[in-house]
């Protein structure tokens, strides 16, 4: 089998007494989308965090394209950060500059493109989410939710990236603008070939955009397999999610 | 509750926000000297923190050259002193309330501005979504404030001393009756370089702790826009703290000898 893109074994991070990564095993195959479910809470982002280098955790290992990065700081983190394009759940663009700007602003921060090139492709690439080039020149107080999200992929395919990680693509969208992203996040990785990392707890959004899904529950990956064969995997703890019953084996916990 | 304990604790807690604090500052300046430099938010912050806050410094500076003026006058006319007044304004001006004041208006406007702006930043996921795109917020954020800061304050300063012996000069000529020739000579005569000197070097760290200040909350909030709150007083509270502390240290070292 090929190296995989990404290859997390052991991942262990806690924050003070609180476990919340307990020994993380997941692999990303190249050109496959991985997504992991799980409820508030169980540590979802942080495990995007931890890949990302944001986090550090406190065991384990994370290889991208088989090169250890747990532990890599400045000037190598930020080579690896270039094949990282990512959409934030609340799409964090920058609000003091414009929209091509944030399309634009890997391009020539990574790249270094000269700024008239950069605002052409930038132009582009919103094109590709289905915004028009007016758009480029508002700024992003001025966009609605869905737009924002669309100019957030724009921003994170730009730069070509070989990984993009999705973090809660569809939260507060309405579920026509939720299918909307959906299949533009499928057309823009299968557009640029690259893996995709996403978690959310809408199924409906996994089903559309995971060829493998994994679940997440207290600190481990406890189900993984194929999407087609989560109505089937016999897992009580994957079924009582799947189908949102408050009745089942995971208890909801009330932090205290 | 153990009191002992509960000391400890605090004593613990506090040498750790010191260590915090310690470690981005160093952090902050290796990336001031490190190559890239983002010379376009530079520029934007000396606009920001320089000229921007002359309104604010200029109007404080005139009016606390006045006061002092009026005051100093009142003052030694109980033992027929009035003469020092031109030299009590100066001196004071250029080495402790320009800088202090200028510090501590600047800490109001630039360091409530600066943490705001981190902190939104921080709890938007704009400073991750930098991490992101290759850039170290570090450097493209704190840097730039950084140098600004200590750059551009000294500049103001300048300028305060001015206004602020100006306004000692106004309420001295056009109320107190002094010839203006007088209080002009009186002012230059007594006036030594390391008045001015000492000033500035306050001023630059001043410039610096308020930067840091700034970025240093911003940088680490949390929690929301309650947090980003707390994160601008902060940044405003222990600038302003630190400047009065500073200030005393910076005095000791350049006048204890004298």
Not at chain 1, 188 to 203: E, F, K, P, R
Request: net charge neutral; aromatic share 8%.
């Amino acid at each position: 089998m090929a190296t995989p893109k990404i290859s997390i074994r052991g991942l262990k991070k806690r924050f003070g007494s609180k476990i919340v990564l307990d020994g993380v095993d997941l692999d990303i195959g190249v050109a496959e989308s991985v997504v992991v479910i799980g409820g508030s809470g169980t540590g979802k982002s942080v495990l995007l965090k931890c890949i990302l280098g944001l986090l550090e955790p406190e065991d384990g290992s994370i290889k991208i394209d088989g090169q250890e990065v747990v532990g890599m700081r400045g000037r190598e983190r930020e080579a690896i950060n270039t094949k990282f394009g990512m959409l934030f759940q609340s799409a964090a663009l920058f609000d003091s500059m414009r929209v091509w700007e944030n399309v634009a602003f890997g391009l020539i921060a990574a790249q270094k493109l000269p700024k008239a090139e950069a605002k052409k492709i930038a132009i582009e690439k919103l094109g590709q989410v289905g915004l028009p080039p007016q758009t480029g020149e508002l700024y992003p107080a001025e966009l609605s939710g869905g737009m924002k999200k669309r100019v957030g992929l724009a921003r994170a395919i730009a730069t070509q990236p070989e990984i993009i990680f999705f973090d809660e693509p569809t939260t507060g969208l309405d579920p026509i603008m939720s299918d909307v992203i959906n299949d533009l996040i499928v057309e823009c990785v299968h557009v640029l070939g690259a893996s995709a990392l996403s978690i959310t707890h809408d199924m409906a959004s996994c089903r559309k955009i995971a060829n493998r899904v994994a679940m997440l529950y207290q600190g481990k990956i406890i189900w993984d397999g194929p999407v087609a064969q989560i109505d089937h995997s016999n897992n009580p703890f994957v079924d009582q999610f799947i189908h949102g019953r408050a009745e089942g084996p995971i208890r909801m916990q009330i932090p205290v | 509750m153990n009191p002992l304990a509960t000391i400890g604790r605090f004593a613990i807690a506090f040498l750790q926000r010191i260590g915090a604090v310690a470690f981005f500052a160093s952090r902050a300046v290796s990336h001031c000297v490190r190559p890239p430099f983002y010379l376009r938010h530079v520029g934007l912050q000396m606009m920001e923190i320089g000229y921007y806050s002359l309104p604010v410094v200029g109007m404080t500076a005139l009016f606390t050259g006045m006061v002092l003026a009026l005051q100093s006058y009142t003052g030694f006319a109980r033992f027929s002193a009035e003469g020092a007044v031109a030299t009590v304004v100066v001196v004071s001006i250029t080495r402790e309330l320009g800088p202090v004041i200028a510090g501590l208006m600047v800490a109001g406007r630039i360091g409530a501005s600066m943490a705001a702006e981190i902190g939104t930043m921080r709890v938007t996921e704009q400073i991750d979504a930098l991490h992101t795109l290759s850039t170290n917020p570090m450097k493209y954020l704190v840097a730039p404030r950084i140098i600004a800061g200590a750059a551009m304050l000294p500049l103001l300063v300048l300028v305060a001393d001015i206004i602020g012996v100006f306004g000692g000069y106004i309420v001295g000529v056009y109320k107190l009756d002094f010839n203006a020739g007088t209080y002009l000579k009186q002012t230059f005569d007594y006036l030594e370089v390391m008045d001015v000197v000492s000033g500035l070097v306050k001023a630059s760290v001043f410039g610096f702790i308020i930067s840091l200040m700034g970025c240093y909350h911003g940088y680490n909030s949390d929690g929301g826009a309650q947090g980003v709150g707390r994160a601008t007083t902060n940044a405003v509270v222990s600038a302003s703290i630190l400047i009065l502390v500073f200030n005393y240290g910076i005095t000791e070292i350049f006048f204890s000898g004298r």
